[in-house]
């Protein structure tokens, strides 16, 4: 799921851009969610809950805190956050750049559509190495790695089961070992049908594995007999690392 905060304190330009952005994602199979904010007061106040923005798209010239302004204190709550400005004067770009933005959009006719769709291809493209784009048969979904709870094979359908706010699970055409050589050294084979992430691992028993699929449930999957030695190497090296 790919989230866009868009802020401005011009409701009908807000509009506009939301739809260029559904339009945009709905032509490339991306789901997305796409939050309008009429300030940047009111953006900050959703507090933690920034840091779920993959991408903010700020209007410069706010009545309030400016775009400068409430990009400082997204920074301050999500140092890795992107942030790309929008405005109607060209003035402003030097600024804008101090703020590391990875776009600086002029609220031109001609060149903003154009101009927005290839700030958003850049950055689905240049996603956090944390993140992993699921090339699904029907369309692409941005998922975090850490929120990958464990991956199942049934003959030749591959699942990823996923913690998120929609518990949603995906399901791929490919094999177990073409799942597992694109993920990162934590996720485990522990069973000819599963690979673990390891970091939501909390017990290894002799012939199972305890992970935690949310702050309430667990699930057990079964350890084959000839990998439990591995497995649980890599259960200490991992744990020991976290």
Do not use: W
């Not at 750049?97 to 002029?106: C, E, P, S």
């Not at 706010?165 to 934590?186: F, I, V, W």
């Amino acid at each position: 799921m790919f989230r866009i905060a868009l802020c401005d304190d011009n409701l009908s330009f807000l509009e506009y851009e939301k739809e260029i952005i559904d339009h945009f994602m709905t032509e490339h199979a991306v789901e997305s969610v796409c939050d309008i904010y009429l300030s940047g007061n009111e953006l900050v106040k959703t507090g933690d809950k920034i840091k779920n923005y993959d991408l903010f798209l700020l209007d410069c010239d706010m009545k309030g805190l400016t775009g400068f302004d409430t990009a400082r204190k997204i920074y301050e709550l999500f140092p890795g956050a992107k942030i790309a400005f929008a405005t109607n004067y060209y003035d402003f770009t030097r600024e804008g750049y101090k703020y590391n933005a990875v776009r600086y959009l002029v609220k031109q006719e001609k060149t903003f559509n154009a101009e927005l769709m290839e700030c958003i291809s850049y950055v689905l493209k240049n996603s956090s190495q944390d993140e992993k784009m699921l090339e699904l048969s029907d369309s692409l979904v941005k998922v975090r790695m850490d929120n990958i709870i464990y991956i199942g094979s049934d003959k030749h359908y591959i699942e990823y089961f996923v913690k998120n706010e929609d518990s949603a699970n995906y399901t791929k055409r490919c094999s177990l070992d073409e799942a597992q050589s694109e993920l990162p050294e934590y996720f485990v084979r522990v069973h000819q049908r599963y690979i673990v992430n390891m970091k939501n691992a909390i017990q290894i028993k002799r012939n199972m594995i305890i992970i935690r699929k949310n702050d309430k449930e667990t699930i057990e999957l079964p350890i084959a007999r000839n990998r439990y030695d591995e497995v649980n190497r890599k259960f200490c090296l991992i744990k020991g690392a976290i």
